[in-house]
């Protein structure tokens, strides 16, 4: 089975820009979940998406946001970009809510 | 007060030295637990996928949960430099909204 796919893998934005993140789970799997990495902060939840509704989400604020489809792929978008938005955003997904997530590569963010 | 704690390290062995890893958590609720192994600049990959107490074992990794005193191991044998890597752990319950916790990594190297 292949993997979770994310793109891109690399992206360089600058300050006040928008971006959209594609992710494309496990085929079966249902839920996608994002997070955030940073070096400081390690791994932060960002949002879950299962059965094309967002069910959990995490402390960030509205210029996050993201969506799933009926086919179970997801996006993500940050609006007006700022400089501590630059990170690595994981994508995982996992066949159930509660099973093991499995990650995507990531999409690594730059914003200048 | 964190969900989830996990000594940053860094944490240097010699090669062929047993490993132990471990998270400690405030939530009792917590039923589903997870070992992530990350190399650098990649998502991070699933090692073990644990329920309830108990121990799991698959090839040179063995994890360990302790209901009781909210405490989670990872012992690694025969350690490689392969193994060189910031490993993660990870908790979930229904009883928390099926959101994931993760702890901060550990990072650990593996001298040859």
């Known amino acids: 089975k292949a993997g979770v796919t994310q793109t891109p893998r690399y992206l360089i934005k600058t300050r006040g820009q928008q971006v959209t993140l594609s992710c494309s789970p496990i085929?079966?799997?249902?839920?996608v979940s994002w997070y955030q990495q940073t070096p400081g902060q390690g791994l932060q939840f960002l949002f879950e998406?299962?059965?094309?509704?967002?069910?959990n989400k995490g402390n960030f604020p509205g210029r996050f946001s993201g969506r799933q489809f009926s086919n179970s792929r997801s996006e993500m978008n940050v609006s007006t970009l700022e400089l501590g938005d630059s990170a690595l955003y994981l994508c995982?997904?996992?066949?159930?809510?509660?099973?093991?997530?499995?990650f995507g590569p990531g999409t690594r963010l730059t914003v200048t | 007060q964190k969900e989830v704690e996990q000594d940053p390290g860094p944490l240097s062995v010699p090669e062929g030295a047993i490993v132990s890893l471990n998270c400690t958590y405030s939530?009792?609720?917590?039923?589903?637990f997870m070992w992530y192994r990350q190399y650098s600049r990649k998502g991070p990959e699933l090692l073990m996928y644990?329920?309830?107490?108990g121990n799991k074992e698959d090839g040179r990794f063995t994890a360990q949960v302790d209901k009781s005193s909210k405490y989670i191991s990872l012992f690694i044998r025969d350690s490689q430099p392969s193994d060189s890597a910031t490993y993660l752990c990870?908790?979930?319950?229904?009883?928390?909204?099926?959101?994931?916790?993760f702890g901060t990594g550990t990072s650990l190297t593996v001298i040859p």
């Open positions: 995982a997904s996992s066949v159930g809510r509660q099973g093991a997530q499995y």
């Open positions: 085929s079966g799997h249902r839920s």
């Open positions: 939530n009792s609720a917590f039923q589903y």
């Open positions: 990870a908790m979930t319950s229904s009883n928390t909204g099926n959101q994931f916790y």
């Open positions: 644990t329920y309830s107490s």
């Open positions: 998406y299962f059965s094309e509704t967002q069910r």
